[in-house]
């Protein structure tokens, strides 16, 4: 319905959007708080948040979103970790004595790494500022699954008990999108394997919904054989 960021943003301003609380089967039997991002092939990003029954609207210069609190409490909350940074800092005298880092890495020390909202979108926003452009787009999804591998939550870790039911939070889905090229990439938590859906390839008019089901499972391949 839209070829850019500025023309969603101008339909949200014009209320020509609303966003429907229903229920999310699998999650705890209460409306989500959901955070929507949008992303066009320009790299401009914004984010917009139902926040007591209006939709709020931020510019995103970083692209990076998590879940709650809202928006512009994490952009705040980024000022916590001015000094962490991708270089490994110098060595530092303390009364006399030399002090070396430890390794690589001793840049970012102190990124949160935890599973909460505000830690991971902390992470979010240090990887990606950190991350060298690649000028080939398959090399650069490669890039971004490696960083999204620092946000797979495995079964059990972040769990819940609602109505005395245990809810486990983990990553059902990873997807990567290119944008300027029209590619979808994922992998699920039962099938590491990347595949590749090519937006260009389909007929948005069509009267026709196609499906694909992404509950496939993990083949492992064996190469034993291959050793020499």
Known sequence: ??????????????????????????????????????????????????????????????????????????????????????????PKKVFGVELKPLGQGAGMLGLPGDFTPPSRFVRAAAFAGSTI???????????????????????????TIEEGKSFSDYTMLTVVRDTKNLRYYYKTYDDQNIKMLDMKKFDFNAKK???????????????SGKLK
């Open 1 to 90: 319905m839209f070829e850019s960021v500025d023309e969603v943003k101008k339909a949200l301003e014009n209320n020509e959007v609303a966003i429907s609380p229903v229920l999310t089967p699998g999650f705890p039997p209460q409306v989500q708080p959901f955070h929507f991002i949008v992303y066009d092939k320009t790299g401009k990003s914004i984010v917009f948040e139902p926040i007591d029954g209006k939709l709020k609207v931020y510019d995103n210069p970083i692209g990076v979103i998590t879940n709650s609190p809202t928006f512009d409490w994490h952009m705040t909350n980024l000022r916590n970790y001015v000094t962490l940074g991708a270089n490994t800092p110098d």
């Open 133 to 159: 452009p690649d000028a080939k787009a398959e090399q650069g999804v490669m890039q971004v699954f490696h960083i999204l591998n620092s946000f797979d939550i495995p079964v059990g870790a972040a769990r």
């Open 209 to 223: 919904i196609v499906k694909l089901h992404t509950l496939t499972k993990q083949k492992f391949e064996d190469v």
